[in-house]
């Protein structure tokens, strides 16, 4: 039977559950978490799988998807901090996918600014660090305000805003885990540059690329008081809650080709 792998299916990925089987495929759904982290949180995360594996590095996941393997169609990542893992998976099963040379660019943030390094783009200031406790010295390097963030992972879990001097005595309220209850050992330190932010979502494939959408931002921190200003997941934010309620906000949506360009607002 085809089946498409989806992994972390858990929040907001739970959608991908629904879509897979209205489109009349067998749902395996692939959890990375901490297993006994996932029953006491979710402990219904497996509601609506036709499978249910557990592991967490593409070697494992390979091996439980062996009986399935010639079924798999496709691979998904339900969950920000599993694009990598499923890009990896993709590539294994030789299924369409994200370039698996770059996959942890995707969501490793010191890999995601030294790529950008390379290709000669201008980034924010930023320092790494491997432990809470130089965060303070990083920041005043690279000048305040900066942000203090989780080098892996996504939607701006452990992001923290440090406007000034001031904001330091403030990190023992940091988040020291990630998503996967595993501790942080590493950290992003980075310059906070306020200005015009646009996320660009594209798709690869075969030689061919697409423009997608692109998010326009639009200083939603002022236009939101209290808004967190990472834009690790503005995107989603804006779209599932905003988009139609504050005239800043606005989406542009690519038809067939990126030379065609559809814009549009509230929908």
């Known amino acids: 039977m085809p089946s498409v792998v989806v992994i972390d299916p858990v929040k907001s ?3 991908y559950k629904k879509a897979v089987r209205d489109r009349g495929h067998r749902l395996i759904s692939v959890y990375a978490f901490n297993e006994e982290l996932l029953e006491k949180r979710r402990p219904d995360h497996a509601d609506g799988d036709d499978i249910s594996l557990c592991a967490r590095d593409p070697e494992g996941v390979l091996e439980r998807l062996e009986p399935y393997r ?3 169609r496709a691979v998904l990542s339900g969950n920000d901090s599993s694009v990598d893992l499923a890009d990896h998976l993709a590539h294994a099963l030789g ?3 994200n370039c698996v040379e770059l996959a942890r660019a995707h969501n490793h943030k010191d890999v995601m600014r030294r790529v950008a390094e390379q290709a000669g783009l201008r980034i924010p200031r930023y320092r790494l660090v491997g432990s809470a406790a130089d965060i303070p010295a990083a920041a005043r390097e690279v000048g305040f305000p900066a942000i203090a963030k989780h080098t892996s992972g996504g939607g701006s879990h452990g992001a ?3 406007a000034d001097e001031a904001a330091l005595t403030g990190l023992h309220r940091l988040e020291t885990f990630d998503h996967f209850r595993e501790p ?3 950290w992003l330190v980075e310059q906070y ?3 015009r932010k646009i996320a660009v979502n594209t798709i690869s494939y075969g030689g061919e690329h697409w423009l997608d959408a692109t998010f326009d931002h639009r200083h939603l921190n002022d236009a939101v008081p209290g808004m967190n200003p990472s834009a690790e997941n503005l995107a989603w934010w804006m779209y599932h809650q905003w988009i139609g309620r504050l005239p800043e906000l606005s989406c542009v949506r690519a038809s067939e ?4 360009w559809a814009t549009y607002r509230g929908k």
Not at 257 to 260: G, V
Request: glycine fraction near 14%.
């Open 160 to 162: 923290a805003l440090l």
């Open 257 to 260: 080709t990126p030379r065609t």
């Open 95 to 97: 299924l369409p996918g």
């Open 70 to 72: 010639d079924d798999v």
């Open 13 to 15: 990925g739970v959608k």
């Open 184 to 186: 942080v050992r590493r």
């Open 193 to 195: 540059v306020r200005g």
